[in-house]
């Protein structure tokens, strides 16, 4: 078990590296001022400068994207000084998506996505979408779909360049 970790680990740093080396497909204004769902305000994916972040985007009755917030609430929770962790609802009303908040943590950032930023990183095919940022607001990786939790927790470590997400003790909640 423990070396199927750290191969995880691996591949996640591994590639996580090469995609900082590789040209930029999309330049993502991480400072773009969403609708904030928890509150009559706006935010941005990136609330901390400097600091890299990963935004999951979601839609109302994705039973995966409750499954990958919980780890996203994970990560917040222990690399949270580290990262910028948000999730990002699409595809639905301000108040479908509110009403959604309900199968989130309350300590989750939720934000709305707009047409700037959906067009920024070049649409949403399904959710859950998870997109990781560098520390410049460049997108690095989008991935579709559900990501295990160890890969998820593994390229939260590869972005905060530390242990922050240790899998042993998380990947068990």
């Known amino acids: 078990m423990l070396a199927s970790n750290s191969v995880c680990k691996a591949i996640a740093v591994g590639m996580l590296s090469l995609l900082v080396w590789a040209p930029a497909q999309a330049e993502v204004a991480t400072t ?18 400097n600091v890299a972040s990963i935004a999951m985007i979601f839609q109302p009755d994705c039973s995966w994207c409750k499954k990958q917030g919980k780890v996203m609430r994970d990560i917040l929770n222990t690399c949270g000084e580290q990262l910028n962790i948000a999730i990002v609802g699409y595809k639905a ?11 989130f943590d309350k300590q989750l950032p939720a934000l709305e996505a707009n ?20 520390e410049s607001g460049e997108l690095l990786l989008k991935q579709r779909g559900y990501i295990q939790p160890e890969q998820l927790l593994d390229a939260a470590d590869a972005l905060a360049q530390n242990d922050c997400a240790t899998v042993g003790s998380l990947a068990a909640n």
């Open 93 to 103: 009303s301000y108040r479908e998506l509110r009403r959604e908040l309900k199968h």
């Open 115 to 134: 047409r700037r930023f959906l067009a920024s990183v070049e649409g949403v095919a399904a959710t859950p979408t998870t997109l990781f940022f560098d």
């Open 32 to 49: 773009e001022q969403l609708d904030d769902l928890r509150q009559a305000a706006s935010a941005t994916i990136a609330p901390k400068a």
